[in-house]
């Protein structure tokens, strides 16, 4: 398979190498670099150990309604294999991504122990590392960017085994040491890895604190390096802005901008106090101009580029009585916190029984400490032959001393402004996972962390639902946010209008 792109010619590598269409003369270096290192399929497990063999399990993506031709097939796995972009943007029922993938548990390479997906939906990257202290992964089990990176290119993701992390360090460690610069990607993006680490991507200069002699550097100092630098690529992945750091891609933001709506914090202000701000200024709109097809174009995704009278209610439903905003802070849409959306409960009642979920027996706080290293049962997918199995979410992070790096700002997250003992912070964890960004939704689908909902009115009936069980006092763990949503069946259709107005053309 061939496939031209960007001036040359790509033979067996059906990814874009440039996911923002960025000009590689206008890109730091080190944003260069992550960019190849997140495209490198040689640091996987597969490859080391048969490299001419290529990996099964990219031959296709299951979907929650059926199968699209592997992306991927023909290669070994990358950070790309599982977050892409426009890999099927002419595939019939695809389309572009937000750095996702269409499956609802992203495929992962095949050994013995008979695991062929991730526990979890792969996760959107654009815009995920842009909060100050924020925590990564659906259950914030990794404090910083770079440990997540780290351990998904010496993990499971990449085919290695939980015995197996000095092994993968090590064989990374000689990938980056041996690179002799003649690869599709090394030509692409300036030579070896030895030349580029030296200080030089193309035409952009690698500031002095990425610069490395892999000569001499040791194996675990290659394998830092490595992550810090995907981190700076991750890091530059965000949703457009105009100079003044304004959301503008979407017909939201042409809305806001239309009507003189306050697009994001002034100086000194929250988030929070933001969107507080907003939900007051939209509600006390009278007359309001409205945007069409005069005003932008959508060419990525099937719809208009459109913010009517329907958008409206639906913006004010997601302000107002949906609650919506109580976890879905603007401008971004997230409040990077941890909140139990009932999705375990559901799915759990769902295979053992109405109520099963409420009885299920969890491990006092030193007793699941104890049995940290060995018990999966509450990180494991839920199905009915194994009873007693849920994911529990950040329940497994919280308070656990093998992760102490993490927890003054999980504790933060889950408790707000209480102050919590360990057991009081465990309690207030069960079955809560951190809160995604809702901009450009069309790119991202399934929804959730199991990736169970195909659509985004899937996911509104859920809270439809969840919220009246949670006011019944029937939800494990629940809390304000979900028992102060106040939706009806009406409400539906203009809350899912105004979510789709957050679309826009990413790529």
Avoid at 55 to 66: A, D, F, I, M
Avoid at 116 to 134: C, D, P, Y
Avoid at 283 to 291: G, H, I, N
Wanted: proline content about 4%; glycine content about 8%.
């Amino acid at each position: 398979m061939m496939l031209k792109l960007k001036g040359f010619i790509l033979s067996l590598v059906i990814f874009s190498v440039s996911a923002h269409t960025r000009a590689n003369d206008a890109v730091p270096a080190e944003e260069l670099l992550g960019e190849r290192l997140f495209l490198e399929t040689r640091f996987a497990q597969g490859f080391a150990q048969t490299p001419e063999k290529a990996e099964p399990s990219l031959g296709y993506t299951q979907t929650v309604s059926g199968q699209l031709p592997g992306a991927f097939r023909g290669q070994h796995m990358s950070c790309r294999s599982c977050h892409m972009v426009d890999e099927h943007k002419e595939t019939a029922g695809a389309g572009m991504r937000t750095y996702a993938d269409f499956a609802r548990r992203s495929p992962v390479p095949v050994r013995a122990d008979g695991v062929s997906t991730a526990t979890r939906n792969s996760q959107s990257l654009v815009g995920v590392s842009l909060k100050e202290g924020a925590v990564f992964h659906h259950d914030g089990e990794f404090p910083s960017l770079v440990a997540l990176i780290r351990a998904t290119f010496t993990g499971r993701n990449m085919g290695w085994l939980a015995d197996e992390k000095d092994q993968a360090i090590r064989h990374i460690a000689t990938i980056i040491r041996s690179d002799d610069g003649k690869g599709e990607l090394a030509r692409e993006f300036g030579g070896s890895y030895r030349r580029v680490l030296q200080g030089k991507v193309n035409d952009s200069v690698l500031p002095n604190e990425y610069r490395m002699d892999v000569s001499s550097a040791s194996d675990n100092e290659i394998i830092e390096r490595v992550a810090e630098l995907v981190a700076a690529y991750i890091n530059s992945l965000d949703f457009s802005r105009d100079v003044a750091g304004n959301y503008n891609g979407s017909a939201y933001d042409a809305f806001l901008a239309k009507n003189n709506l306050p697009r994001r914090p002034v100086a000194g202000e929250t988030d929070k106090a933001y969107t507080l701000r907003l939900k007051e200024t939209i509600q006390k709109l009278d007359t309001a101009s409205y945007v069409s097809e005069k005003d932008g174009k959508l060419t990525l995704h099937k719809q208009n580029f459109t913010f009517a009278e329907e958008e409206l209610q639906g913006m004010r439903i997601f302000f107002g009585r949906g609650n919506c905003a109580s976890c879905h802070i603007a401008p971004s849409f997230s409040d990077y916190g941890f909140h139990n959306t009932g999705i375990t409960q559901t799915d759990y009642d769902r295979l053992h029984g109405a109520g099963e979920f409420m009885k299920l027996k969890l491990p006092v706080l030193n007793v699941r400490n104890a049995l940290r290293k060995a018990d999966t049962r509450f990180h494991s997918i839920e199905n009915k032959a194994s009873p007693g199995h849920a994911d529990l979410g950040v329940w497994n992070i919280v308070a656990n001393p093998n992760m102490p790096e993490q927890q003054a700002t999980l504790k933060k997250y889950i408790c707000g402004r209480l102050i919590c003992s360990d057991k009081q912070t465990l309690n207030k964890a069960i079955a809560a996972f951190k809160t995604p960004l809702l901009r450009d939704l069309g790119h991202s689908a399934p929804y959730m962390h199991n990736g169970s909902k195909e659509k985004i009115e899937d996911v509104l009936a859920h809270y439809l639902q969840i919220s009246a069980i949670a006011r019944g006092g029937k939800l494990r763990n629940t809390s304000s946010e979900i028992e102060s949503i106040l939706l009806t069946e009406a409400d539906l259709k203009p809350l899912s209008a105004f979510l789709r107005a957050l679309n826009e053309d990413y790529e």
